[in-house]
C-alpha cells in the first residue's frame, strides 16, 4: 500500500513557488530537474515536463530534490519518470555549509557512498571532506531537508527503477547494479519506498523496445552540432566515431571500466540525440552490463547533459550573447583526456589528433564492437607507464611528453592520482602540476573536462586571452584570471564559449 503523506503535505502554499507552478503548467523543458511536483491528492511526484493533467495549486508542493518528495512520502510517477531527469547542482563559492553540501552532492553522484551504507561510508565520506560525519549530516539536512543516506537511497532506487523500465536485466544484476549489497535488501527498500516490489513495477509496464536505447534527458537549449562538432575534430580513429548531418547525430566509442579485483570491464557506448525532444538515447554493450548506472553517469558528464543553461547564461550572457546552447565537452575515461591534453600541449589539434591515433593505433587493445569505425580501446594507464621512451619517440612524440606521459601514466596506476568526477580539485590540480611536463593549463584543462570542475579556468590559453582582448599586453594569463573573476562560478563554460566565438582554440586538445 502507498504510504501515508506526513503532515507536512498540508503546509500553507509558498508565495514563491508561483512561478514554479507557471512552468509546470507550461511544460518547460527548460526546468526539467530543477524541482518536482508533489501532488496530495495523488500521493505522486512529477517532474515538470509531466505530460497528465495539471493539477490544481492547492494539491501540489514543490522540492527542489526527488529524495526530498520521497522523504515527504510522494511516490516517483510511472510516466514522466523522475529518475529520468537531468541533475541539479547548486553552485556557491563564497557561502561555506553551501560549498561543503555541494561538494557532498558532488561525491555522492560519483558513487563515493558504497554498501554498506550505514556508519563506515559515511564517516569515510565526511574524513574526505575534512569534518565530522555528524558535523556533515547536520549542514546536509539543514540545506536539504533529507540525510546523505536518504538521498543516496533515493538515487538508487530511482537508477533501480530506470533499469527495470528501460531493460530487460534480471532483478538481481538491476540490485546489484544499482549499488545495494544484496536483492534481499534492495527488495525491502523498493516495497517500503514504492508499495510494490521490483517485480511489479517491470510487469506494470509493456516489454522495453527493441534498440531504444536508455534515455537520458537534458535542459534545452543544447547545440548539438556544436557538442558533436567538438568530438568530431578530436576523434581518434578506431577509438571513436561521430555522426553529424541529416543522420542521427551520435557519437560512439571504447571504454573501460575500472572493475573490483583489477579486471577491467570494456566495451562500447553509442549515444544519439532525438531531434524532436530534448533526450539523448544511450545504447551499451552487454560487457557493461554490471556498471551501467555508472557507465550512464559517466556519459551525462562526457555531453555535460545536466548543465543548467538558464543559471550560466545569467552570468555569461552579457559577455558572450547568443551561446547559452553550448556546453562544456566532459571524458569519459580521464586518464585517456589528461594524456590527450599532454599531446596537445603547444601544437594545433590536428597534430595532437594524429599523435592520438598513432599511440592508440601502437599501444591500444583491439576490441569487436558492430561497427567498423570502433575497433580498439585507448592505452590503458598500466600500458602507457610500461611504455619505452624509444617507442614513443617513433610515434612523433617529443622528449618532454614522453616523460609527462609515462609519470602520469604511473600515477593513475598506481592509485596516486584519480582523474574522474568524484576527485578532490584542488589536490588533483596540484597533483598534476607537481608531475614533469604538466603545467597550469593542462591541470586546468584536465580539472574542466575530465574533473567536471565548472569554475576551471585555463587562463593560458591564447583564445581566452584575444577573446578578453589582452594578447600581447604583458603578463597575458594573470590579466586573464583577473578578468575572468566576474565569470565565477562558470568560467569553464567561459572558456568554451571565448573558443566558440573563434571558430576554434588555437592549440592542441
Request: aromatic share 8%; net charge positive; hydrophobic share 45%.
Amino acid at each position: 500500500m502507498p504510504r501515508t503523506l506526513p503532515r507536512s503535505a498540508a503546509e500553507p502554499l509558498c508565495p514563491q513557488d508561483d512561478a514554479r507552478y507557471l512552468a509546470l503548467a507550461a511544460r518547460d523543458a527548460r526546468f526539467d530537474g530543477r524541482f518536482f511536483t508533489g501532488v496530495t491528492s495523488t500521493g505522486i511526484y512529477c517532474r515538470p515536463v509531466c505530460g497528465v493533467r495539471t493539477p490544481r495549486r492547492e494539491n501540489c508542493r514543490f522540492y527542489d530534490l526527488a529524495a526530498q518528495a520521497e522523504a515527504a512520502g510522494f511516490r516517483p510517477c510511472l510516466r514522466c519518470r523522475p529518475e529520468l531527469a537531468p541533475r541539479q547542482l547548486a553552485w556557491s563559492t563564497q557561502d561555506a555549509p553551501a560549498i561543503l553540501v555541494r561538494e557532498a552532492l558532488r561525491l555522492l553522484d560519483a558513487g563515493s557512498l558504497s554498501e554498506p551504507a550505514e556508519g563506515g561510508g559515511l564517516r569515510a565520506l565526511a574524513a574526505r571532506l575534512g569534518v565530522s560525519d555528524r558535523h556533515l549530516r547536520r549542514v546536509f539536512e539543514a540545506a536539504l531537508g533529507v540525510s546523505p543516506l536518504q538521498y543516496v537511497q533515493t538515487c538508487r532506487l530511482l537508477a533501480a527503477k530506470q533499469l527495470l523500465t528501460d531493460t530487460d536485466l534480471p532483478v538481481t544484476q538491476v540490485a546489484l547494479a544499482s549499488g545495494f549489497g544484496s536483492v534481499r535488501r534492495f527488495n525491502a527498500a523498493f516495497q517500503g519506498h514504492y508499495g510494490l516490489n521490483p517485480t511489479q513495477l517491470r510487469q506494470r509496464g509493456a516489454a522495453p523496445p527493441a534498440g531504444r536505447g536508455l534515455r537520458l534527458a537534458y535542459r534545452p537549449p543544447l547545440d548539438v552540432p556544436a557538442l558533436l562538432g567538438f568530438f568530431a575534430q578530436r576523434r581518434i580513429p578506431g577509438v571513436e566515431d561521430v555522426c553529424l548531418g541529416d543522420a542521427p547525430q551520435a557519437l560512439r566509442r571504447t571504454v573501460r571500466w575500472p572493475a573490483a579485483g583489477g579486471t577491467a570491464l570494456t566495451g562500447w557506448i553509442d549515444v544519439s540525440f532525438d531531434p524532436a525532444r530534448p533526450q539523448a538515447s544511450l545504447q551499451v554493450s552487454e560487457s557493461l552490463y554490471p556498471v551501467l548506472p555508472l557507465v550512464m553517469a559517466r556519459v551525462r558528464g562526457m555531453l555535460d547533459l545536466d548543465a543548467d543553461p538558464e543559471a550560466i547564461d545569467a552570468v555569461l550572457g552579457a559577455d558572450f550573447p547568443g551561446a547559452a546552447g553550448l556546453r562544456v565537452p566532459g571524458a569519459f575515461d580521464g586518464f585517456e583526456l589528461a594524456v590527450r591534453a599532454v599531446l596537445g600541449q603547444q601544437i594545433t589539434v590536428a597534430a595532437a589528433r594524429t599523435l592520438a591515433e598513432r599511440l592508440a593505433e601502437r599501444f591500444g587493445e583491439p576490441l569487436s564492437t558492430p561497427w567498423a569505425a570502433l575497433s580498439r580501446l585507448f592505452p590503458a594507464p598500466a600500458t602507457l607507464a610500461a611504455a619505452e621512451g624509444d617507442a614513443l619517440g617513433a610515434l612523433g612524440i617529443v622528449r618532454q611528453r614522453q616523460a609527462a606521459i609515462v609519470a602520469l601514466a604511473r600515477a593513475v596506476e598506481s592509485g596516486q592520482l584519480a582523474l574522474h568526477p568524484g576527485a578532490d580539485v584542488a589536490a588533483t590540480t596540484a597533483a598534476l602540476c607537481a608531475l614533469p611536463g604538466i603545467g597550469d593549463w593542462t591541470a586546468q584543462y584536465i580539472s574542466m573536462r575530465a574533473l567536471r570542475w565548472p569554475d576551471a579556468f585555463p587562463a593560458g590559453d591564447v583564445a581566452v586571452q584575444a577573446a578578453l582582448g589582452l594578447r600581447g599586453t604583458p603578463r597575458p594569463a594573470q590579466a586573464a584570471a583577473a578578468a575572468a573573476e566576474r565569470w565565477r562560478p562558470w568560467r569553464a563554460y567561459a572558456a568554451v564559449r571565448a573558443w566558440h566565438a573563434g571558430a576554434r582554440p588555437a592549440l592542441g586538445e
